[in-house]
C-alpha cells in the first residue's frame, strides 16, 4: 500500500522560509515524478514543482520560481521543498504526489495524471 507523508508546515511570517517534507513508502516503480501542488482556498489545485526519480530533472511553476527549491533523498524515500521568501500568496495547503512513468524534465504534470496524493500540510504566511 502506497503512503505519502507531507509535514513542515505551519505559520511563517512574509520573507520567511520552510521546509516541507513528502516521505513515501509502498511504491515500487522505477521510473516516476513526485511533485507538490497547493490550494488556496476557493480555488484550484495548483502544481508548483516536480522531481523525476533521479532527482535530476526537475520544473517549477513561475510563481514560485527562483524562492522554491525541490530536492530527492533517495536513500530516505523523501523529496523535500525549500520554500523561501514567502509571501501571504503563498498561503494554501501543500501536497505531495506520485505519479508512475519516465519523466524527462521541461514541464510540469498537471495533477490529473499523478496517481497518489498525500493528505497535506497547511502553510500560513502572517505577520
Known amino acids: 500500500q502506497v503512503q505519502i507523508v507531507e509535514s513542515g508546515g505551519g505559520l511563517v511570517q512574509p520573507g520567511g522560509s520552510v521546509r516541507l517534507s513528502c516521505t513515501t513508502s509502498?511504491?515500487?516503480?522505477?521510473?516516476?515524478?513526485t511533485g507538490w501542488f497547493r490550494q488556496a482556498p476557493g480555488k484550484e489545485r495548483e502544481a508548483i514543482s516536480c522531481?523525476?526519480?533521479?532527482?535530476?530533472?526537475?520544473y517549477y511553476a513561475d510563481s514560485v520560481q527562483g524562492r522554491f527549491f525541490i530536492v530527492r533523498d533517495v536513500v530516505k524515500n523523501t523529496v523535500y521543498l525549500q520554500m523561501n521568501n514567502l509571501k501571504p500568496e503563498d498561503t494554501a495547503v501543500y501536497y505531495c504526489a506520485l505519479r508512475r512513468g519516465y519523466y524527462g524534465g521541461g514541464y510540469l504534470p498537471p495533477p490529473s495524471q499523478y496517481d497518489y496524493w498525500g493528505q497535506g500540510t497547511q502553510v500560513t504566511v502572517s505577520s
Open positions: 522531481i523525476g526519480s533521479s532527482g535530476g530533472n526537475t
Open positions: 509502498g511504491f515500487t516503480s522505477i521510473n516516476y515524478v
